[in-house]
């Protein structure tokens, strides 16, 4: 089993850059693929990126393909959010996920795919 702790949200105005972070435990973290996903107020939880449990594949939403970055540092069992030039249609709150992941090329862009969940960061944009 793996629990998962998101931090590095907060209030940032549109434009600007904030790192989100997803603090595995556990001593296989490299044998996960991770992905974030967000969900705003009313709306259902959507798919933000994912990357392989190698960290050599990665995969974006079109809503942020080009300005957010997926990462993670396996020796640290920490995986990241780099979210540049946001807008205000980013305010949610991300979560990360985690799913054992056989071959180390693989990655998931679904909810159901995965069954490890962290509790949530909320970032709200202001304009």
């Known amino acids: 089993q793996v629990q998962l702790v998101e931090s590095g949200g907060g209030l940032v105005q549109a434009g600007v850059t904030l790192r989100l972070s997803c603090a595995a435990s556990?001593?296989?973290?490299?044998?996960?693929?991770m992905g974030w996903f967000r969900q705003a107020p009313g709306k259902e939880r959507e798919f933000v990126a994912a990357?392989?449990?190698?960290?050599?594949?990665?995969y974006y939403a079109d809503s942020v393909k080009g300005r957010f970055t997926i990462s993670r540092d396996n020796a640290k069992n920490t995986v990241y959010l780099q979210m540049n030039s946001l807008t205000p249609e980013d305010p949610a709150v991300y979560f990360c996920?985690?799913?054992?992941?056989?071959?180390?090329?693989?990655?998931?862009?679904?909810?159901?795919?995965?069954?490890?969940w962290g509790q949530g960061t909320q970032v709200t944009v202001s304009s």
């Open positions: 996920a985690a799913r054992r992941a056989v071959n180390s090329g693989t990655f998931y862009d679904t909810s159901d795919d995965y069954g490890y």
């Open positions: 990357i392989s449990r190698s960290g050599d594949r990665v």
């Open positions: 556990g001593r296989t973290f490299s044998l996960y693929a």
